[in-house]
């Protein structure tokens, strides 16, 4: 790709951000209800996990201190995903509506087109993600050195790459499928409960599907099991695959590219 | 304004009409039903792996034994098929749109009318209870109780439909005031699943916790039919918790009523 052509993208993108701000702040009272949801919907899992903790202390080996480090750990990398990347969901929308024909015709990449399509988005559950994180880092008493410091940036970023491939691939199906909203239903299950407990929980096919398939535990599972020092490795993997969630994300979000680009040789518009 | 219009004799029929016709609505279209099945499948799955994990590894509290409470959990799922749609979401449609207006002109109460609008989508969802109840009688066992407490249990169900039909019709006619209640509904539907007992059952809750969950009327709409039908409150125990459902369902109808009245004197229809 030719340096104009990065240095274009980058202005786009630069003014994607600041429309998206201007709206945000026209919109106060919206954005503020959005916030208030945010806040309850991680308020209310995490009240969840204290609530069974506090009655039964362990799980699997797991006490609530460590299971609020599993739960923030994910939090980040989602919240992270949410900022940067929730547009691919709207996909299948677009394609319904015809509106995705219109990106079809313009001289820029179509993926990067819709990942850069203004909506009303603002780094709010972001900052209360890495909030969040360090209050859990401090209350679970990980131990933070430096492979920390360096590896768990990375991981969040791994993590959101994670969460940005299987959002990506679901939205590629609606190429053929026009409606794709069980399909992602169950994902998103997966990606936003399943995550919350320690993987060796599940039956042996479920922590496979989650390790290989759609492999959230990557996002935050194996890392935590990795930093707290946990033996729970669920398949018999080795603590340090916690390491891995980088290139997990980077082969994966590579997987489907090459699915999107695929679905796009093949797409017919709905007609409109 | 209803002061001013004369009373009319009441006719069942338009009512029955209303009913059936949201129930063709979501027939042809909003509905899901591979969705809303997988839906329950795949959280029952996930609370019965928590639930085991959670038993497996400390004392298990003597009211509610593991077959107990994976038999709280599937019913609570199955109900939630019934109790977690917003029937009166067409109010705060309605209100939006401004079309609320020739409602008004229409020769029924209008309350009612949604009443029985939503009550025709609740039972066409109500027949995916079968095929889910069948599909997860594969994977768990649900404890079938004496025939007087399945009785009990399906009044108390009712009223607690009836305390939900309430807390969403009141949420929806803040929109006479705020025209924008979308994410407030939001919050309130994930509060209703913690504080109502439909994800982890109100018994278990630290004790300071209980104080507080138990006079709220979200306890009414989950945690009293599921308490009756897991033998948590025994016979004994029924006329008192069905009193305390049906004097919720009063106070909440009364001051819907209230709201209802206040709000259509000062109706404001936004734009033309």
Known sequence: ??????????????????????????????????????????????????????????????????????????????????????????????????????????????????????????????????????????????????????????????????????????????????????????????????????????????????????????????????FLGKTDGALGLPPIVGLLTPAIGIVFVALAYVFWRFGLDRYQSVGH | MTGAVPRRRFRLAPYIALASRAMAREATYRFDVFGSVASVLVRLYLLKMVWTALYAHNVSPSELPLHAIITYSAVALLMGLVMDIDQTRALHDRLHDGSIVTDFLKPISVPLGFFADGTGEVLFHAALIVPSLILALLFVHIDVPSAATVVVFALSFILGYLVGFWINFILNCSAFWTLEVSGVQLIVTWLTDLLGGEIIPLVIFPVVLQKIVFVLPFAAMFSTPLLIYVGVIPPAGWPAALGVQLAWALGLGGLATLLWRAGARRIVVQGG
């Open chain 1, 1 to 226: 790709m030719m340096p104009s052509r990065i240095g274009r993208m980058l202005r786009v993108y630069r003014e994607y951000w600041r429309i998206n701000i201007l709206t945000t702040l026209e919109y106060r009272a919206n954005f503020l209800v959005w916030f208030g949801f945010t806040f309850i919907y991680h308020g209310s899992a995490l009240a969840a996990l204290w609530i069974m903790l506090t009655r039964f202390p362990s799980m699997n080996g797991w006490d609530f201190r460590q299971m609020a480090f599993l739960y923030a750990l994910w939090m980040v990398a989602h919240a992270l995903h949410n900022t940067f990347f929730s547009s691919v969901g709207d996909v299948p929308d677009h394609i319904r509506d015809g509106e995705f024909d219109r990106l079809l015709v313009r001289p820029l990449d179509t993926l990067f087109q819709t990942i850069a399509t203004p909506g009303q988005v603002f780094p709010d559950e972001l900052i209360l993600a890495l909030v969040t994180f360090v209050a859990a880092c401090i209350y679970s008493g990980v131990h933070v050195d430096p492979v920390f410091v360096v590896f768990v940036p990375l991981i969040a970023i791994g993590g959101a790459l994670i969460d940005l491939a299987l959002n990506l691939a679901i939205s590629t199906t609606a190429v053929w499928f026009v409606r794709v909203d069980a399909l992602r239903w169950i994902v998103v299950q997966l990606e936003q409960e399943f995550t919350r407990y320690p993987l060796g929980i599940y039956s042996r096919a479920v922590r496979i599907l989650l390790t290989f398939i759609c492999p959230f535990a990557f996002i935050n599972y194996y890392p935590a099991t990795y």
